[in-house]
């Protein structure tokens, strides 16, 4: 049995994963990073590539607004593959009483620095003319961008390879105590083991309360101008926000192909891949709700993703309860291209001691640690 | 069609579905004056069988339904048993300039001229490999084009292995010699094939390799194919066994999922008269006729002999992997050319990070050709297996078969 | 053998081609039609014009509009008197 050591060894190269490799790369660490399978392939390529700022609790704002300022900065030095694009978001209010939410989010942003604008009914139609006749009116956020996460993520593992990253590929049995132990029998021993591998995170690090929430996406042929911002329905809240059953909501994305990307759903306890068909006409049926003209257009492709989901919605940042030399950085839910940034700074500032711009207790795995979960 | 024929014959409810705008598919089209073409035509005229032409299926939602689209609407097929009989695609392999406007497909040439394109007086270079190359020349020349050359890659001799093993199939012997004749005047060349194609704005000349040396053609088409892949990918939707890139079927050409049956070039490509028998074997069987199934082996065992006959004849030269240059497009839809391919070792990784496949010919070009030059395997497949209007997948305008 | 054909030829359908009429023989598909007006059926993702490559519905190289529907497989379609195709220009917004 060979062993290899790393000062870092990072289980999964998905776009948390690689964004962390490349801060501790940047740190002037050894890092290895570990996956199974293409760098970004899980649900870095199955999401959506939102950059968008949340307001569902003050922990999740602060992370995902210093996040969001990240990428802004980053964003010069991104290569064109990755599409970033600031098209903004506009949350969409179908009546009065998802107009006073608008309203609200105005005020908390406002008052937070994030600039926004209240748009009516006309206001709406005239920046988004495809949608029906009859909304209320939304917020536009316009500092929110798209990008495209496969090649963000082949980019940040690119940059951290220039400083001597080493991706191993393989499928891992275990990870813990200084190293990781690959299927084959292979161990790479590391002072510091993150695990950053998504919606399997759990498999890993038994303890961990991490479950797979699938989510449905569409995208259409290119219809260059149809759609002009993210779109998401104020009703998506109360979707995220519901812990147990199936749920759709309107979320479209314009891509800088001029594709559509039409989403959005989430289930709990779908294991399986497969596209349901049911959740899918659905959430299709939401869609053309809201913009009639999706109808006649030509769908390309269907996928489905494994979004990774905690309990509390907040993802786990940091040193693993029990094991010293654990860390985690996974949980993300629907957020994880947006916080990946964050996360990277939290951890690697969190390890080498530099002081954290945001308080980092929300995201503590050891907040309502189980310990007598463990096999 | 031969299917539902015999289906149909045995006093079943059966319906036959395809996207095409009436019977035949792609190589009968609606009418050919071709024997078998006219006889199976006339037989399913006749036939007690449901006819649903103009819709492509798509998904399956559940177990034993299909859906269909057409053009306004979508419908909902319910069955016991299932036939699927979606064909065969030209292979297309990249080279410089293949992406110029009337640089073609061997059959699609050929369809764009079935389809009313005026042929007559133009020069038409054909190219690439397998029987479809002569069968299109002759069609060609018949309607008034000029044939200025037909490359195949094959070697000489694996032709000439070819000629001598048709000794077996009278039928093929003949259709050979009308073919001869047909194409009398017409240079055939082997170890041959294209090289680049030039043009401004659409094809107006082709450079072609012969035996090491090279030639340029003036020309206004080429038609280029090398062979034929088979539409494998509603089976692979349903959950059937695929091996080495055909559905496996047993002797009732029924395939790894109960009551789905497969018949013709999905199985193995092997032309006309193997998608015949197969068909029939395949409509009788679902029909519970295996007295009368077993009957069709012995013709069945024969055109299969002829099916890997063509599998080792036109085989392609490891030379056509070089054709490519580092600008050319490998995948049409979405720009790839292929330098960038070269930077993955995985079809999943070149698609994430390229858009190689994820256009809307979902892979059907690129696929082969990259299967071709970097013996890549493309991943699984998801509904919908063709583009629909987004309204088609969300179920709405639903009519019920 | 005389032609089995004892009626007159099925007269020409008249569409037009990014405005300009042109006339087909009756059953000739769109993409037919494109071709006989001189055009590319569209432009691809960096600039390059495209016609038909496949004829049979895979590749779709061959889409047009046809009455204001995008992305429309031209080799599929049937012309009828008085469709408006129009080639698609520009593919990226």
Not at chain 3, 17 to 40: Q, R
């Given at each position: ?27 002037g ?6 996956d ?29 607004r ?32 998802e ?15 994030v ?23 939304g ?29 191993v ?79 759709v ?11 559509i ?21 659905r ?78 207790e ?12 463990h096999a | ?5 015999r ?15 009436t019977?035949?598919?792609q ?10 073409a ?5 037989l ?31 419908c ?5 048993n299932?036939?699927?009989?979606t ?15 009337n ?5 699609g ?5 079935k ?24 069609y ?55 090289l ?40 692979l ?44 074997i ?40 070089d ?24 079809w ?25 030059l ?7 497949v ?20 | ?7 007159s ?10 405005g ?8 000739a ?39 204001g ?20 220009v520009?593919?990226?917004?």
């Amino acid at each position: 049995m060979s062993s290899t050591a790393y000062e870092v060894v990072i289980v999964g190269a998905g776009i948390v994963g690689a964004a962390c490799a490349d801060e501790f790369a940047l740190r002037g660490m050894r890092v290895a990073v570990v996956d199974r399978d293409v760098v970004g392939s899980g649900a870095t390529a199955a999401g959506m590539g939102h950059i968008v700022v949340m307001d569902d609790s003050e922990a999740q704002f602060a992370l995902t607004r210093y996040s969001q300022r990240l990428w802004q900065a980053l964003r010069p030095e991104l290569p064109a593959d990755v599409e970033y694009e600031q098209c903004g978001t506009i949350w969409v209010a179908a009546d009065e009483e998802e107009m006073a939410e608008v309203q609200r989010k105005h005020g908390y942003y406002t008052r937070l620095g994030v600039p926004t604008t209240v748009l009516d009914s006309q206001a709406l139609k005239r920046l988004e003319p495809n949608l029906r006749a009859g909304l209320a009116g939304g917020l536009l956020v316009p500092e929110d961008a798209v990008l495209y996460p496969p090649c963000a993520a082949r980019f940040m593992m690119e940059r951290a390879h220039k400083s001597g990253t080493q991706l191993v590929s393989g499928s891992v049995a275990e990870i813990g105590q200084g190293r990781v132990r690959m299927s084959e029998g292979i161990e790479i021993a590391g002072e510091i083991i993150v695990n950053a591998a998504g919606a399997w995170s759990s498999e890993l690090t038994p303890g961990i309360e991490i479950k797979k929430r699938k989510g449905h996406l569409v995208i259409t042929d290119r219809y260059p101008g149809f759609l002009r911002h993210q779109l998401v329905e104020l009703g998506y809240l109360k979707s995220a926000h519901s812990v147990s059953s199936d749920s759709v909501a309107f979320n479209v994305q314009p891509r800088r192909t001029g594709q559509i990307l039409i989403g959005s759903s989430r289930q709990y306890g779908a294991e399986q891949k497969d596209v349901d068909h049911d959740i899918l006409r659905r959430m299709l049926q939401r869609a053309q709700e809201y913009m009639p003209g999706l109808g006649s257009m030509s769908a390309v492709r269907t996928w489905t993703g494994f979004r990774a989901a905690t309990p509390d919605k907040l993802p786990l940042i940091g040193p693993c309860p029990g094991d010293t030399s654990l860390f985690l950085a996974t949980g993300h839910e629907g957020l994880g291209i947006t916080t990946s940034l964050a996360t990277a700074r939290i951890l690697v500032d969190g390890i080498t001691d530099a002081k954290a711009e945001i308080p980092i207790e929300p995201y503590l795995p050891s907040r309502g640690w189980k310990e007598s979960v463990h096999a | 069609m031969a299917a539902a024929v015999r289906t149909a014959e045995c006093g079943v409810r059966v319906g036959i579905v395809d996207d095409n705008a009436t019977f035949g598919g792609q190589i009968w089209r609606g009418g050919t004056p071709d024997g078998d073409a006219v006889k199976w035509h006339g037989l399913l005229r006749d036939a007690d069988v449901t006819k649903l032409y103009g819709k492509r299926v798509f998904h399956q939602p559940e177990a034993e339904v299909l859906l269909a689209e057409g053009a306004d609407d979508i419908c909902e097929l319910r069955y016991t048993n299932l036939v699927v009989a979606t064909g065969a695609r030209e292979r297309f392999l990249p080279f410089p300039g293949w992406t110029l406007p009337n640089v073609m497909g061997a059959g699609g040439l050929q369809a764009m001229v079935k389809s009313g394109l005026p042929i007559r007086g133009k020069r038409v270079v054909v190219a690439g490999t397998g029987p479809l190359l002569l069968v299109v020349a002759a069609y060609l020349r018949k309607h008034g084009a000029e044939i200025p050359i037909i490359c195949e890659q094959a070697s000489w001799s694996s032709l000439a292995r070819f000629g001598a093993a048709l000794f077996g199939y009278p039928d093929k012997i003949s259709q050979g010699r009308q073919l001869r004749k047909e194409l009398a005047g017409v240079p055939f060349v082997a170890n041959s094939w294209p090289l680049a194609a030039h043009g401004g704005q659409s094809l107006e000349s082709v450079t072609i390799s012969r035996s090491g040396k090279t030639d340029v053609i003036p020309c206004d088409y080429l038609a280029c194919g090398f062979h034929l892949v088979p539409n494998v990918e509603l089976p692979l939707l349903l959950g059937c066994q695929i091996r080495g890139g055909y559905v496996q079927v047993d002797d009732f050409q029924q395939t790894s999922v109960k009551r789905v049956f497969c018949a013709g070039e999905p199985t193995a490509i092997g032309g006309v008269e193997l998608a015949l028998v197969e068909g029939q074997i395949a409509g009788l069987a679902a029909a519970e006729e295996t007295a009368e199934a077993r009957k069709l082996f012995g013709e069945r065992r024969k055109a299969r002999r002829f099916a890997a006959l063509l599998d080792r004849t036109f085989r392609l030269r490891p030379d056509l992997k070089d054709l490519p240059s580092a600008e050319t497009i490998v995948c049409r839809c979405e720009d790839v050319p292929y330098s960038r391919l070269q930077e993955h070792r995985s079809w999943r990784a070149a698609k994430l990070q390229t858009r190689c496949g994820m256009g809307p010919c979902q892979g059907r070009v690129c696929g082969p050709a990259t299967q071709f030059l970097f013996q890549w395997n493309p991943d699984s497949v998801r509904p919908p297996v063709f583009p629909v209007r987004v309204e088609s997948l969300a179920g709405v305008g639903k009519s019920g078969e | 053998m005389p032609s089995s054909q004892s009626r007159s030829m099925p007269s020409p359908v008249t569409l037009s081609v990014n405005g300009s009429p042109v006339a087909v023989p009756a059953g000739a598909t769109v993409a037919v039609a494109v071709a006989m007006a001189g055009k590319a059926c569209r432009t691809s993702v960096s600039g390059e014009p495209r016609g038909p490559l496949c004829g049979m519905g895979i590749c779709f190289e061959c889409r047009v509009s046809i009455n204001g529907r995008r992305h429309c497989r031209s080799c599929q379609i049937v012309c009828e008197p008085g469709m408006e195709v129009k080639t698609e220009v520009k593919a990226n917004g």
